[in-house]
Structure formats: structure tokens, C-alpha cells
């Protein structure tokens, strides 16, 4: 049976808690239960031969398909949608320009069907906005120069179309999910899910003493203070509930509660730190 909840971790001051803190007491001469042998517990206690192994693992919120109302948006990055609306008031621009300042447009030819619109900016960034939608317009630039602006413009469309419409093909078939994980070394190189693991414990001795730079390391620099994770049943009730903590404990206690609940439950297939017991 496990003592004050724990079967015995260091808590300094040269003590310990849990099963083996009551054998260095002097309180209990054996003790039975699934301890894991540790390098750490392997200088306080002797242990008999292993008869298991066990790993540590990771155990998250199962990730849930993201409902997104502006995923038409993702096949371009922010940047390149602002680099299209300036180059959409660019070509505006200068078909105005150029039909403004040309010899040769039907309004400075005086044409009996020449259109005030030729020579109107706001009617030249609505006719680049037509085409960019392609939608049409109701007027053409009658001069060479501008006609070669309008059909850069337009070959220009052609292409931001045709690789749009292939990134917008592949990106929705495929389902977008929450931010995940997928293994130690990725879960110690973000700072979107928060990794706990229940003090007091050969886990967290295990992230507690480990080697600066390691992703052991990195992990216990990632722990929060509060809150406290006291029982396992905290650790799962905060992933369940928060779905930004990934909580760390044996592998086979992980996925025993996977088991009883699949919907709201992810074991990571990152297995770590095997060890007898």
C-alpha cells in the first residue's frame, strides 16, 4: 500500500516521503508494492529483482476538428493577401495614370464614345477589382500602353488563381485540429500546451535532477507552480477540462484511463525513461 499517497521520492534535507521514507525511518523494514527502481531510490534502498517494465508517458486532451470561418484565407499567408490588395491598387493606378496622361485615350481623343470612367481613378480600381474577381467591367482603356497594363494585370490573376484554387483544393481536404503534440522532444520545445506531472513522485525527481539542455530539463522548466498535482485524478481532470495541459505518468496507467474514455483522452505513442519495477 502507498503511504501519504506516495511510494517515495526525495524532498530534501536528505528525506524522503511515501514507502521508502517510512523504510529510511525506521518505521517499516519491507516494502511491497509497484515501485519503480530508479537510480535515485538505488542509493537510499535495495531493491529485489524486477519482475515488469514500465515506461513513462504522455497523456493530453484528444484534439478536436477546428471550425474555422476564414480557412478559405489559408492558402496565402496575411502578408501575400496585402501583397495582392497592393498590387490591385497598383494596377488600378497606373491603367488611370496612363489613360489620364496618354494622347491616345478615347478622352483625349474627344471620341463621341469616349466614357469619363476611362479617366476616373475610382472607376479604374473598380475595373482591377472586376477582373480580380472576374466579374467584368463596363469599360476598356482605348490606348496600347494601358491595354498592356490591363493584360499584365490580367495574366497576373490567371496565375494567383490557378495556385490558389490548387492550395484551397489540398488544404480543405484535410481537417484541422487543435495544437497538438506528439512526442517528449516536441512537448519540451512549445509553450501552447503545459506539461504537470504529480509532485512528489520518481517522475518528477526524474525532471527535477536532470542534465541542463536536456528535454528532461526543459520539461520541469515548463511545470507551473499552481496548480498542485497532488493525485492522478487531478492531473486528469485538468487535460479533460482545460485541454492545454499534457499530463505525465506511467504509460500503463495512462492508458488505462485512454481506455475508459477515448473521446476526451490521447495517449502519445512517445514512450520514455523504461524502467523495472
Given at each position: ?15 524522503w ?35 515488469y ?9 484528444n ?12 492558402p ?22 496612363i ?52 493584360g ?10 490557378a495556385v ?16 497538438s ?25 526524474l525532471?527535477e ?22 493525485t ?5 481532470k ?18 488505462a ?8 483522452y ?12
Amino acid at each position: 500500500a502507498e503511504y501519504m499517497g506516495y511510494f517515495g521520492a526525495p524532498v530534501g534535507n536528505g528525506s524522503w516521503n511515501g514507502i521508502i521514507g517510512e523504510i529510511l525511518a525506521g518505521r517499516a523494514d519491507i516494502g511491497a508494492a509497484a515501485l519503480t527502481i530508479t537510480g535515485v531510490r538505488e542509493k537510499v534502498v535495495d531493491f529485489s529483482q524486477s519482475y515488469y517494465q514500465e515506461a513513462m508517458g504522455i497523456l493530453i486532451a484528444n484534439p478536436r476538428e477546428v471550425q474555422d470561418l476564414f480557412r478559405v484565407l489559408a492558402p496565402f499567408s496575411y502578408v501575400t493577401w496585402g501583397l495582392i490588395a497592393a498590387a490591385l491598387c497598383s494596377a488600378g493606378f497606373f491603367i488611370w495614370l496612363i489613360s489620364y496622361l496618354s494622347p491616345w485615350s478615347s478622352w483625349n481623343l474627344d471620341n463621341e464614345m469616349a466614357l469619363l470612367d476611362e479617366v476616373s481613378l475610382k472607376e479604374n480600381l473598380w475595373l482591377a477589382l472586376g477582373s480580380f474577381s472576374m466579374q467584368g467591367q463596363d469599360f476598356y482603356p482605348n490606348s496600347i500602353s494601358a491595354k498592356v497594363v490591363l493584360g499584365c494585370w490580367w495574366f497576373f490573376i490567371v496565375v494567383i488563381t490557378a495556385v490558389y484554387q490548387g492550395d484551397l483544393t489540398a488544404y480543405l481536404s484535410l481537417k484541422n485540429y487543435e495544437t497538438s503534440v506528439q512526442s517528449l522532444n516536441e512537448l519540451a520545445n512549445q509553450n501552447v500546451i503545459i506539461p504537470i506531472v504529480r509532485e512528489g513522485t520518481n517522475h518528477y525527481t526524474l525532471f527535477e535532477t536532470a542534465e541542463e539542455g536536456t528535454d528532461y530539463d526543459k520539461i520541469f522548466q515548463l511545470l507551473p507552480d499552481e496548480p498542485k498535482i497532488e493525485t492522478s485524478g487531478d492531473g486528469f481532470k485538468l487535460v479533460k477540462e482545460k485541454r492545454k495541459y499534457a499530463y505525465i505518468s506511467d504509460i500503463s496507467e495512462l492508458y488505462a484511463r485512454e481506455a475508459e474514455d477515448c473521446e476526451n483522452y490521447k495517449v502519445l505513442g512517445d514512450k520514455f525513461n523504461v524502467a523495472g519495477f
